[in-house]
C-alpha cells in the first residue's frame, strides 16, 4: 500500500523523504517550484544522489511533483502559454534526476475561448 501526503521541498529532496519517513509515509508530493510563481531552486545533484540512495534504503518511491498553479497551456495569450511551456520542459527534465518521478499539472483555463479551444492549445503543447 502507497500512503503519503504533501511535503515542502524547501529542504531538498533528502529532507522530504526524511518527512515522509518520519510521518510513517512511503510516497509523498511535493511543489517543483513556488506554487504561486516560476521560479525554481537549483537543483543540488548531490542532494539528489543522497535521496536516491536513502529512497531505496527505505522503500519510498515513486515520488509526485506537482507543477505550480501558475500554468495555463489552455491561456487565451501566447506569453501565459509560453511560460507554462517553459515552466514544464524544465520541470520534466530536473525530474530526469529522479527516476520514476510522476508529474501533475492542472492543464488551465480555456478564458473564455471555449472549451474546445482550451482542450486543443493544451494538446499541442503536450
Not at 32 to 51: L, Y
Request: glycine fraction near 12%; proline fraction near 5%; hydrophobic fraction near 45%.
Amino acid at each position: 500500500m502507497l500512503i503519503g501526503c504533501h511535503v515542502s521541498s524547501s529542504g531538498g529532496y533528502l529532507a522530504m523523504a526524511q518527512t515522509a519517513v518520519s510521518i510513517g509515509a512511503n510516497v509523498f508530493q511535493f511543489f517543483t517550484r513556488n506554487p504561486r510563481g516560476g521560479a525554481a531552486k537549483p537543483v543540488d545533484s548531490a542532494d539528489v544522489e543522497a535521496f536516491i540512495a536513502y529512497a531505496r534504503e527505505h522503500g519510498i518511491g515513486p515520488i509526485l511533483a506537482h507543477a505550480p498553479y501558475t500554468i495555463n497551456a489552455a491561456g487565451a495569450e501566447e506569453r501565459v502559454r509560453e511560460f507554462a511551456e517553459a515552466t514544464m520542459a524544465d520541470d520534466l527534465k530536473r525530474l530526469e534526476l529522479t527516476p520514476g518521478a510522476m508529474y501533475n499539472f492542472h492543464p488551465g483555463s480555456h478564458v473564455g475561448q471555449g472549451s474546445e479551444a482550451g482542450i486543443e492549445l493544451i494538446s499541442s503543447m503536450l
